[in-house]
C-alpha cells in the first residue's frame, strides 16, 4: 500500500508517475473513460486527490500519458520487427506477432488504444493516428525499400497489413485465445505473404548476379 497512517509515502516521482498510470489504467480498462473518476484512480493508488493532482492536472492528461505509453510501446515493436530480419517473409510475421504480443501482453489495456470510447478528442485522435501512422510506416518504408513502389502503394499496402493484424489479434483474444497464439500468427502470416510475395523484389544493380531474392 502506498499509504501508513493517512499519510502517502514519499516516492521519487517516476516512480509515483509509474504506480499513478497502473492505477489509473486499471480503473479506465474496468469502466472507461467517461466512468472512472479521480476519485477512484485516487484511492486505486492509494493516495490523496492533491498528490494526484501535482502529477497530472486532469483525468485527460492521465488517459494522453497512458495512450503514450502502450502507442510508443506498439510502434516500437512494429519498428524491431522490421529491423529484426532481411527475410522478407519473416518480417510479414514479426508484423502480424507485434500485434498478438501486444493485445497478449495488455490485457485488456489494448483497448485504450485500440477501443477508446474518447475517440472524438481532437488530443486522443491525434495519438491514435500517431500510432497508426508509426506502424504502418515502419512497414511502409520495408516494402519500398524492397519493391519499389511508390510510398502511396507502399503505404497503402502497410495500412492493409496493420489494419488485418489489429483485427485478427482484437478478434483472437475476443474468441478467449480458442487458437494457440503462434498458430494464429502463422495463419494470418501466410494469408498476408501470399499476397505480398507476388510483388517483384528490387534488387540493387550491384547485387543482380547474386542470389539475393530475399524471399
Known amino acids: ?6 499519510r502517502s509515502v514519499r516516492m521519487p516521482r517516476p516512480e509515483r508517475r509509474r504506480q499513478l498510470l497502473e492505477a489509473a489504467q486499471e480503473v479506465f480498462v474496468a469502466r472507461g473513460y467517461h466512468a472512472a473518476a479521480m476519485d477512484d484512480i485516487a484511492e486505486r ?16 492528461d492521465l488517459y494522453l500519458a497512458l495512450l503514450d505509453v502502450h502507442g510508443e510501446a506498439l510502434v516500437s515493436t512494429v519498428r524491431e520487427a522490421m529491423a529484426a530480419t532481411s527475410e522478407n517473409k519473416e518480417r510479414v510475421r514479426r508484423a502480424m506477432q507485434a500485434y498478438f504480443d501486444f493485445v497478449d501482453a495488455q490485457g485488456e489495456a489494448f483497448r485504450l488504444v485500440f477501443e477508446s470510447d474518447l475517440r472524438n478528442d481532437p488530443a486522443v485522435a491525434e495519438r491514435m493516428e500517431a500510432v497508426e501512422r508509426g506502424c504502418s510506416t515502419a512497414i511502409a ?21 496493420t489494419g488485418a493484424a489489429e483485427i ?30 507476388r510483388f517483384p523484389l528490387q534488387i540493387p544493380d550491384d547485387t543482380r548476379d547474386e542470389d539475393n531474392t530475399g524471399r
Do not use: C, N
Request: zero cysteines; charged letters at 20%; hydrophobic letters at 45%.
Open 45 to 60: 493508488a492509494g493516495v490523496s486527490k492533491p498528490v494526484l493532482y501535482q502529477h497530472f492536472p486532469s483525468k485527460l
Open 168 to 197: 485478427a489479434a482484437r478478434y483472437w483474444l475476443a474468441s478467449k485465445r480458442a487458437v494457440p497464439k503462434e498458430e494464429a500468427v502463422d495463419l494470418l502470416a501466410t494469408l498476408s505473404w501470399r499476397g505480398i510475395s
Open 1 to 6: 500500500m502506498a499509504l501508513t497512517d493517512g
Open 141 to 161: 518504408e520495408t516494402i519500398m525499400a524492397d519493391t519499389g513502389a511508390t510510398r502511396q502503394r507502399a503505404e497503402l499496402l502497410a495500412v492493409g497489413l
